[in-house]
């Protein structure tokens, strides 16, 4: 089945060190790519994604691209800030006709960053 | 213009009772998904809900079930609770016309505890 691996965390940065989550992940199909942010007490949200080969996905400063290839779509953000401290999701869409959209998660990461 | 809502948002149980916990979907739409977030891992897709209809399950066992009305919120109940059932119950919400690469709202979850 689908699945999603991504780096263990926590990671820990100073503010405006550069940012590499790695993300890899095994579908049978072509599935939709996408990060979600968990910051503390509150839900799940959308940071960027990308549905197609080659797209880069951006959004606040961070951007992924979906590698085909490598099966791959690693997180980067050139200078972190202590506001970005969060859990950070990668996650597939599985799309079945006819029985609509599943998200598979990695297990997170966590980020800290420090002043 | 309202997110997605649920209800309760922090809930305490022990082992063989019964729980329901409630989704009220973002505006506009029609589709609810529910997963399940145990303390450090990525959220697990339960199942999914459209046009009053389980269309998609996880595997989960049949002590989950949920139910779908016509305004489209949405129930998640848990029967004979175990105490590995202690999770944070996601629900998320989306608009079938987008298929795969259309975003899920998530909820900010309700927390059980099972004792």
């Known amino acids: 089945g689908d699945s999603v691996t991504q780096m263990e965390g926590p990671v820990t940065l100073s503010e405006e060190a550069f940012l590499t989550i790695n993300c890899t992940y095994t579908?049978?199909?072509?599935?939709?790519l996408f990060w979600y942010v968990q910051y503390p007490g509150e839900g799940l949200q959308l940071l960027l994604k990308?549905?197609?080969?080659?797209d880069k996905g951006s959004n606040k400063g961070f951007e992924a691209t979906y590698r085909k290839e490598t099966t791959s779509f690693h997180l980067e953000k050139g200078s972190v800030q202590v506001s970005d401290s969060a859990v950070y999701f990668c996650?597939?869409?599985?799309?079945?006709?006819?029985?609509?959209?599943?998200?598979?998660f990695g297990t997170g990461t966590q980020l800290k960053v420090e002043l | 213009d309202a997110g997605v809502t649920q209800s309760p948002t922090h809930l305490i149980k022990t082992r063989g009772q019964q729980v329901t916990l409630r989704c009220s979907p973002k505006?506009?739409?029609?589709?609810v998904s529910w997963y399940q977030q145990a303390l450090g891992q990525g959220p697990q897709f339960i199942f999914q809900?459209?046009?009053?209809?389980?269309?998609q399950r996880g595997n989960f066992p049949d002590r989950f079930s949920g139910h779908q009305f016509p305004n489209y919120s949405s129930e998640l109940n848990v029967n004979a609770l175990l105490l590995g059932d202690s999770a944070l119950y996601l629900c998320?919400?989306?608009?079938?016309?987008?298929?795969?690469?259309?975003?899920?709202?998530f909820g900010e979850g309700s927390r059980l505890t099972v004792l």
């Open positions: 998320a919400s989306s608009l079938e016309s987008r298929g795969d690469t259309g975003e899920l709202f």
């Open positions: 579908a049978t199909g072509y599935p939709s």
């Open positions: 990308a549905t197609k080969a080659d």
């Open positions: 996650a597939l869409s599985d799309w079945v006709t006819g029985g609509g959209n599943k998200l598979t």
């Open positions: 505006s506009g739409h029609d589709t």
């Open positions: 809900y459209y046009e009053e209809e389980e269309r």
